[in-house]
């Protein structure tokens, strides 16, 4: 493992920009060394926890997150397409800061008709 992985843990963050368009961002959360517990990032607020699956057939045109949260990709995958045409795609381990809470928000489209499993984490 070579120093940048050992340091952070890498995310992505989908915003809304002054342009009024979802865009994506890479973020490095720091990890600390803990010794034998491992490396740790400092805690995260969070206000509840949601499971989700999403079935085969699932294509959700333009929309906002309905709050700030983490979503963590457990099985399947999903693109996810912002206002600029820009499309990422996210599978199992991926984690996603969504804050596009505003704005014209961003498209998501399953991936190969696989049904998805996802953990969201709400942040307020």
Partial sequence: MNKDEADYMKITRLYTGPDNESHFEDVD???LDRGDIGR???QVEATGM???ETGPDYDF???NAPQRQYVIMLE???DIETGNGTVRRFGPGDILLAED???RGHISRTVDNQPRKSIFITLE
């Fill in 50 to 52: 949601i499971f989700r």
């Fill in 40 to 42: 740790l990032s400092e």
């Fill in 101 to 103: 809470t505003t704005g």
């Fill in 29 to 31: 959360i720091p990890l």
């Fill in 76 to 78: 399947g995958q999903v």
């Fill in 61 to 63: 045109n333009w929309h």
